[in-house]
């Protein structure tokens, strides 16, 4: 069911009329943002009132004499005032369209989108608004007012605003083009889905309580359907036995938005190489990476390879095991396939190091789970949880709204969770922005999307790794969150350089990892028993096998999205670029008829810039270093890298 949220407007008058007319900041508490949820004409209706009421600001700044312009706090209001409305409408929209059950309200939500996005493509290319942020005196400013300023007149120029008006009119012509192709790739993920039908015999080896809830399932010959979502394909590539099941997932894995997305990315790949090239770039790499610290596709190139390098004799010593271990089962194997490198990693693992991945599942019932995030965070950041109060606004029964408190007891953030699969949502893990705080005017909002096994339809037990994306998500929403209390927003929330985003995610990722955190809530689902601390100590020495391999597969996905950016874009073979960057990184053989770009979701995301994860995971790895591993949970290191680090 959808409910109501609550006008945001007071007394008739919309909100941004009072934030600019009262002197003094003044906070919003009852904002709430998914106006419009009853139907997909009353979202667009509210959501087309906030673009009008940006489109006003802008009329107003761009009246603003150059003379007055010159006061730097004006002037920059008005402007922030207007990123704010602007974000605020992208960024629900975005959201909805990837969620919402109800196809006619993603819909109604692209458009919204793509809205939005034309009106920042005008402004973001609009001399007189660029002149009046060019005309203002900083000079008394502080450090953070002067950054956002030199940082936007910046991106002004990086957008071609000094361009002429032919160039500039392309170059809005080329984004709205690139925002339709984006949405469509997108789309064709969601909606791409596969299904195939196995036998329960072909189950042998699987998790038993994935078993037994696929048991229920069942036809009256035996048949169950196995989906491509992560709950069936996750324990499948780990554990199924049937070598025959592996390979018949794998092949519909990898053709979800096949052949659909192949004329859409090629388009993607197009315009953006058209834009870089009337922004004066030799390709879209160089353009992404101009504003990130690694500055050029060459040295991303060089950071990918010196990282496959470091990796491969290890990666080489994995694969001969994997090799090894499969030849006493297949005598006379001479490859590890690609359907095969989960399972042989984890019978290496099993019978090397005494670890069975399926062991840990039964301590780790999503809701315990949930719970265990709440409290190790809550206990290193000196917060607490508690549902919004009311009946939230959510699009789907599931979705919970969940309130963040600081020590005074305050609200400082708020965040919705959709944790589990279904038809048409966004089938990988993400953190969406909804508000970026600003302190006085609006609370940070962001919103989880994930695919959890889902404990309405099982036992909902998460596989480690899921509890390690939990982790994951949980510290962009922390980060979003502790950055939202800024008093600008153009560079408030999770706006610095790109090459840094996945830092503060991946560094809480080594939490779970510690037995004696994972133990503060992984307990047994039927009898209460609390994880053995050897086996967390089993996995960790387990886990360590096929990190080369792993890190290799990651140099993959790195290569795949600088090759398809980083050159002109006639010259781009999906294919054949495809089967060059995997077999430069992996010992496997290529698979053919793997159509797996199709849909890599974060070849329109990120684009060129797939090595932000691991330049940021050095990164990540870097700041662990205060942390002390035999009492993580200490909030003295944990309330010092919030402060220096996440809230500035
Ligand atoms: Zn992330």
Known sequence: HVLRAPSLSLGG???????????TPVLLPAMTFFEGLE??????????????????????????????ARDARTTLKLYDSIIILLGNVARQASLLSNVHPDAPYRAAAEEIEAAADALSDTLDLDPAIFQRLEAMDVGAEDATTQHYVSKTLRAYHLNGVDRDPDTRARVQAVRAELLSASQDFQRNIAQGQREITATLEELGGLPADYVAQKRKTADGRGRVTITTRYPDVKPIFRSADSDALRQRLLQAYEDRAYPENVDVLNRLIAKRYELAGLLG?????????????????????????????????????EYGQLLERKRRDVPGATTVNAWEGSYWTEKVRKEEYQFDVSSLRPYLPFRRVREGVFNVTGTLFQISFRPCPGAAPVWHPSVECHEILDRDQAVVGRFYLDMHPR???????????????????????????????????????????????????????LHSTFAGDGPWAGVGGI?????????????????????QVLQTFARHHQTGAPLPTELVERMRQAEAFGRGLDVLRQMLYARISLTYYDRPA????????YRAAWTRSLPQPFRNGSHLPCAFGHLDGYSAVYYTYKWSEVIAKDMFTVFDEKNLLDPVPAMRYKATVLAP
């Open 39 to 68: 139907t997909p004409g009353a979202f667009l209706a509210v959501q087309r009132q906030r673009l009008g009421e940006a489109e006003l600001l802008a009329d107003r700044l761009r009246a603003v004499s150059l003379q007055d």
């Open 495 to 515: 706006s610095m350089e790109r090459d840094f985003v996945e830092a503060p995610s991946q560094m809480l990722e080594e939490w779970p990892r510690n037995a």
């Open 13 to 23: 008058m919309p909100w941004i009329q009072w934030l600019l007319l009262l002197s």
């Open 281 to 317: 770039f030799a390709n879209y790499a160089d353009y992404v990476t101009n504003r990130t610290m690694i500055g050029n596709a060459a040295r991303v190139a060089e950071f990918t390879d010196r990282i496959a390098a470091a990796a491969e004799a290890r990666a080489r010593r």
């Open 423 to 477: 038809d048409g949502k966004y089938t990988h893990a993400a953190h969406f922005g909804i508000a970026t705080g600003v302190r006085g005017v609006q609370l940070p909002e962001a919103c989880l999307v994930c695919n959890f096994p889902d404990p309405a339809t099982g036992d909902g037990l998460l596989e480690f790794s899921d509890v390690t994306t939990f982790f994951h998500e949980f510290g962009h929403l």
């Open 570 to 577: 006639p010259q781009v073979d999906l294919d054949a670029l």
